[in-house]
């Protein structure tokens, strides 16, 4: 008799990992930078990406914009990626925070839409996910899909496509011009915002639902 695989339990692993809180939300509001060392994500939505990464057994990742490197750490901790990678120039720095990132991350302090980010990229190769969090204007969040989509990957994911607060709303407008119709959204309700966030993952051929996902 074959032995399933125990269901991990996400919302246990992540319940000691600070995410986007109130403290967050009034720096937001009045200085217009959460200004605090916590993963600046919906808690609900970090979970929904955890199951995704498991399910689609994504083995590399690269994030753009780190903010203090707490959710790829998490992610790294959680998962032990084969290859890890960022891409940040020093937001939270500027901000008097520290960014913190696992010994084994491959870390380029440059704009992700140069061509030293691209030289980068390219001897980095290839990547399961990359998640984009970088710079929300249009046409910045724009350029790092162009730049992105023409190197090696499988799946790259968008922070803030549903949100509709005007610092970030660049991302939701680039979400919904995406060609094709390989998307997945994971947005849940965040109460301690007056805005949403939402993750959303765009490939250009692989479906990003794994077998089941709609029911979840």
Known sequence: MVERAAVRDFAAELADVPCWNREAEFNRVHRGVPDVDVALQNRAELVLLCRWIEAMNVRSYLEVGVWTGRVLSTLHRLFRFEKVAACDL?????????????????LLRACSRSADYVAWRERLGHFDLV????DHRYEAVKGDFEVNRALPHRFLAFHDIATTH???VGVRRLWGELPGPHT????R?????RWRMGIGIWSAAED???PGWAAR
């Open 189 to 193: 309700p965040l109460p301690v915002s």
């Open 184 to 187: 997945l959204e994971l947005v």
């Open 166 to 168: 005007p610092g970030d």
């Open 208 to 210: 990003p639902r794994p």
């Open 90 to 106: 020093g937001w939270a720095e500027d901000r008097g925070l520290s960014i913190s990132l696992p010994p084994d991350c491959a």
């Open 131 to 134: 998640l984009i969090d970088g």
